[in-house]
């Protein structure tokens, strides 16, 4: 069965800490997305990679990176991060386009 | 600009009711439309797809129907279980490969 894993379910940091936040796939997929789900605003996406070392931005790049060095893991960076940036994330793979085909459980992350 | 509008939520039903969760869209061009299901504690899975006027879309029981006179692609199930609540997700993708997802619509099926 396919996997998109993220490497914690539930993390906590403080203001100002560097974050990182990890998703690996086992599909060989080209696409990879991050998204930012809250309540009332659905799904947006951060950034999406179309394959090893490209990217390119989202909807609401503002306050975060990406890094993909290896085509199976897709990593968001939170450079210095904010209280406005408490939210769940979500990683999803494409193996064609930018139809997000399949989603990692998510990282509910919580900055204090 | 192209969007997805869905209907407010949250939804309560009883089990084995009739479901529908509304969904519009704007949008230039021949979009393909979808609805994901987001499971409590789960990341979404796309749950069906049409990608062109009056086709229907189906799975588990569910169907949609791109309805390009109306700009409407609204979800339906005759008999709602009640593993079947959950948030479900509208979206659409643009002849441009732009991904646009509504807001989500929370259901809750009671015994």
């Known amino acids: 069965d396919v996997k998109v894993t993220q490497s914690s379910r539930y993390l906590v940091k403080r203001t100002g800490e560097k974050v990182f936040l990890e998703c690996v796939q086992d599909?060989?997929?080209?696409?990879m997305f991050w998204y930012r789900q809250d309540p009332g605003l659905g799904l947006r996406l951060i950034y999406f990679s179309y394959d090893v070392k490209m990217k390119e931005k989202g909807d609401i790049p503002e306050g975060y990176s990406v890094s993909r060095e290896k085509k199976e893991r897709f990593s968001l960076i939170l450079e210095s991060a904010s209280t406005n940036q408490t939210s769940m994330y979500l990683c999803?793979?494409?193996?064609?386009?930018?139809?997000?085909?399949?989603f990692g459980d998510g990282t509910r992350l919580s900055i204090l | 600009g192209n969007s997805v509008t869905q209907m407010e939520g949250p939804v309560t039903l009883s089990e084995e009711a009739f479901l529908t969760i509304n969904c519009t869209y704007t949008?230039?061009?021949?979009?393909?439309l979808f609805w994901y299901v987001q499971y409590p504690g789960e990341g979404l899975q796309l749950l069906l797809k049409?990608?062109?006027?009056?086709d229907k879309g189906s799975n588990k029981g569910f169907e949609a129907t791109y309805r390009k006179e109306t700009t409407s692609f609204h979800l339906e199930k005759g008999s709602v279980q009640v593993s079947d609540s959950a948030v479900y997700f509208c979206a659409l993708s643009d002849s441009g490969n732009q991904f646009y997802f509504g807001t989500g619509t929370s259901l809750t099926v009671i015994p």
């Open positions: 999803a793979t494409a193996d064609r386009g930018r139809q997000p085909q399949h």
């Open positions: 949008a230039t061009g021949y979009p393909s």
């Open positions: 049409a990608t062109k006027a009056d």
């Open positions: 599909m060989d997929h080209e696409n």
